[in-house]
Nanobody, 112 residues
Framework: QVQLVESGGGLVQPGGTLRLSCATS????????MDWYRQAPGKERELVAT??????NYKDSVKGRFTISRDNAKKTVYLQMNNLKPEDTAVYYC???????WGQGTQVTVSS
């Protein structure tokens, strides 16, 4: 079994910065892709960022602002979010394709 627990969400002003963390239980090897999704009220859940080995991919609207990374020793995946915008407001979910496992989500609110 694997369990994902997100943290680091909160309220931030436009232009601010947050770093989300996804702590994992069990053994997750680098061969498995790790993802960050987000879902705003009334909208479809969307893929924000993916890390596969050392390769990363991002949703167009977050390119240059968000960075996904992983620390295998700490069994943790991160999403560094810079220059946040109101449209980034959503619940952010960590995800791993192995057995289609999701975290519980963490709220990010960008507002002045």
């Amino acid at each position: 079994q694997v369990q994902l627990v997100e943290s680091g969400g909160g309220l931030v002003q436009p232009g601010g910065t947050l770093r989300l963390s996804c702590a994992t239980s069990g053994s997750i090897f680098s061969i498995y892709a790790m993802d960050w999704y987000r879902q705003a009220p009334g909208k479809e859940r969307e893929l924000v960022a993916t890390i596969t080995g050392s390769n990363t991919n991002y949703k167009d609207s977050v390119k240059g602002r968000f960075t996904i990374s992983r620390d295998n020793a700490k069994k943790t995946v991160y999403l560094q979010m810079n220059n946040l915008k109101p449209e980034d407001t959503a619940v952010y979910y960590c995800h791993v394709g192995y057995r289609d496992t999701w975290g519980q989500g963490t709220q990010v609110t960008v507002s002045s």
